[in-house]
């Protein structure tokens, strides 16, 4: 497997664009986690699904922010409209299990200008 | 909301065991220790978990003490490669499905030294 795959590996918008985030997970992991890392906060969880479903997005900053998982294979992250503050590396990860070890893809380095 | 305690920085020479120190004083009887990597500008990498008992892979040893308040990770012999931010994580059993929800405080610093 290849792991979690992010795409795009980076991103540059202008302030008030729509972005989207995208991620595949590792076949058969039932879970999956947005991320984000930033200097001033370190890395956050946003929400995470299960089996497709939003679990717990209470890590969501604001209604800028949504996340989709419509298959298990395919999840994204999207912001509208995007903000300088926003600015940040974007990781998901997946794991197959409660309680054992996530997989964390190469992130998006998002930079809102 | 930090549930442990690390240095925020340490060096190692290389070829020599690193000893990576993590309090966690007001963990649960049901949570594990989880120890994860960053190298720079890559994602976190999973290194070893526990829940009482020490730990062994082949990446790293982990001794959780009886009291399970404290634990240490054990790079046996760093090398160049292993210099990285180390998270020391106790896990919170979250939602409904008791998925983890790992959070990443600020680390250590390892960094190993010809």
């Known amino acids: 497997d290849a792991g979690v795959i992010q795409s795009p590996r980076h991103e540059v918008t202008e302030m008030g664009q729509e972005v989207t985030l995208r991620c595949k997970p590792i076949s058969g992991h039932d879970y999956l986690f947005w991320y984000r890392q930033t200097m001033m906060r370190g890395l956050e969880l946003l929400i995470y699904?299960?089996?497709?479903?939003?679990?717990?997005d209470s890590g969501m900053p604001e209604d800028r922010f949504s996340a989709k998982m419509p298959n298990a294979s395919f999840s994204t992250l999207k912001i509208q409209p995007s903000e300088p503050r926003d600015s940040a590396v974007y990781f998901c990860?997946?794991?197959?299990?409660?309680?054992?070890?996530?997989?964390f893809g190469q992130g998006t380095r998002l930079t809102v200008v | 909301d930090a549930k442990t305690t690390q240095p925020t920085s340490m060096d190692c020479a290389e070829g020599r065991a690193a000893n990576l120190p993590c309090n966690h004083s007001t963990i649960s009887g049901n949570e594990y220790v989880y120890w994860y990597r960053q190298i720079h500008s890559q994602g976190p990498q999973y290194i070893i978990h526990?829940?009482?008992n020490n730990e062994t892979n082949e990446m790293a040893s982990l001794i959780i003490t009886e009291d399970r308040k404290s634990s240490t990770l054990i790079l046996p012999h760093a090398t160049l490669r292993d210099t990285a931010v180390y998270y020391c994580i106790v896990s919170v059993a979250t939602g409904q499905t008791g998925a983890n929800n790992l959070f990443f405080g600020t680390g250590t610093r390892l960094t190993v030294i010809p």
């Open positions: 699904f299960n089996n497709n479903v939003p679990i717990d």
């Open positions: 990860a997946s794991s197959s299990l409660p309680n054992t070890e996530a997989f």
């Open positions: 526990g829940l009482k």
